[in-house]
């Protein structure tokens, strides 16, 4: 019967329907009418799980938006900015993802996309220009009807980047913008959440089973529900901190920047994984340097996944050159002289200095949580995963069952800038 009925269609009239996103999306994909407190809203914020079809809700947001289709509205943008963690992130997910805006239109809606100009262009004459949270700056000056920010959370510079974007919503008659993200207890975040122009709607990943694989269901549930990591990324809840954990978001948040003084002295510490698989521990790599005011400014985190000893060791000598710093610090427990050995191997020339620890991960960690307590540590912009782990690290020196190499990184860093070697319980310097 149902063959039959389709049979009646012709290949366009098929291609609307399956077009049209109102006919398929769950009630959480298409936009609220109204803000909370009535009125029409400035910011949707969708939070979701891993896989929940955030992107998919905002990329035919854009699409009705860019087209004048309901329930976005009748009015068609003329101007939108899209705006994700890197141009790379904005070109890969938002615009060719299998979700991405090039696969939410029909043949004869679909824009070209003109990467050398950094714009999508629909056939009606609107334009959508992409931009990185790298680059808050290069949000000044042009101008838009409306937005789709997307992974929020993990953007480097997420509140000033969303400040110059506010500034430039300024065309229309009611600028919109919608914020697609798996959560973390960023501040950006949790204002957003209280701000009357907000609305918000939530997903879990369970919710868009029937796109998903049921091995992955079934063994995403297995590992990680019931606990803080499953509810934040399957269930899309905003987490915060760990209790017990060493470490404060707000201790991070009341002293983050947005630049660094001129440092004095700068370190790449690195702490190199025991084995070279896609499942092994990373290779944390964590710069930083100390400021005139006596203060350490974590400037950077380059951790790889699962690379070869040659992979990381090329990466944390090129963060040595890009920042021109003093030395490299790095653990030698796992690997030993072959750790010099191999960073040598990339730049003769690099300045190594060599630790080791005799003491457990929590013990080391103390003092420099300490530092962070007493407002001796800034963060120069956001450092999602790294902040993740250090407000997830638990007495057992895991970060929810994990080996935290980022932090382990950033502890070695900053006890080389801030810590004596009589201040520097369980390392020995080689």
Not at 256 to 268: D, H, K, N, Q, Y
């Amino acid at each position: 019967m149902l063959k039959e009925d389709l049979n009646k269609f012709t290949a366009d009239e098929l291609s609307e329907i399956l077009g049209h996103w109102p006919l398929w999306a769950r009630a959480d994909q298409l936009p609220p009418e109204t803000a909370q407190a009535g009125g029409p809203w400035r910011v949707w914020l969708v939070m979701g799980g891993r896989g929940a079809g955030k992107t998919r809700t905002g990329a035919e947001w854009v699409r009705a938006k860019a087209l004048g289709l309901r329930p976005a509205g009748t009015i068609a943008a003329r101007r939108i900015a899209l705006v994700g963690e890197t141009l790379a992130d904005v070109r890969r997910v938002m615009i060719e993802g299998v979700s991405g805006l090039l696969s939410v239109h029909t043949r004869h809606q679909r824009p070209r996309f003109e990467p050398s100009k950094g714009q999508l262009v629909w056939p009606s004459g609107a334009i959508a220009q992409i931009f990185s949270a790298e680059n808050p700056d290069g949000l000044r000056g042009p101008q838009f009807d409306a937005a789709w920010c997307d992974e929020v959370a993990k953007w480097r510079h997420p509140q000033k980047t969303w400040d110059m974007l506010q500034f430039a919503l300024r065309l229309g008659s009611c600028p919109q913008m919608v914020a697609t993200t798996t959560p973390r207890p960023i501040p950006l975040l949790k204002k957003l959440l209280g701000e009357a122009g907000t609305v918000v709607t939530r997903a879990a990943t369970a919710d868009n089973a029937d796109n998903l694989a049921p091995t992955f269901i079934e063994e995403m549930t297995r590992r990680y529900a019931g606990t803080a990591l499953g509810r934040q990324e399957l269930n899309g809840e905003l987490v915060d901190d760990t209790s017990g954990a060493l470490w404060r978001r707000d201790w991070i948040d009341a002293h983050r920047v947005e630049r660094a003084p001129e440092l004095t002295t700068i370190v790449v510490a690195v702490d190199p994984p025991v084995t070279a698989t896609a499942q092994s521990d990373a290779c944390g790599i964590v710069v930083a340097g100390l400021g005139p005011d006596g203060r350490a400014y974590v400037i950077d985190d380059r951790t790889l996944q699962g690379r070869e000893p040659q992979v990381w060791a090329r990466a944390a000598v090129a963060a040595y050159h890009d920042y021109m710093a003093d030395r490299v610090v790095a653990e030698i427990n796992q690997g030993g002289d072959l750790v010099v050995t191999v960073l040598r191997q990339i730049d003769e020339h690099v300045a190594v200095r060599t630790v080791r620890a005799t003491r457990g991960k929590w013990l080391r960690a103390e003092p420099i949580a300490a530092l962070y307590a007493e407002g001796r540590v800034a963060h120069v912009g956001t450092f999602a995963a790294l902040e993740d782990q250090m407000c997830i690290f638990g007495a057992d020196g895991l970060a929810r069952g994990r080996s935290p190499d980022r932090l382990d990184a950033l502890v070695w860093a900053l006890t080389d800038l801030m810590l004596g070697a009589s201040g520097r319980p369980g390392i020995r310097r080689l």
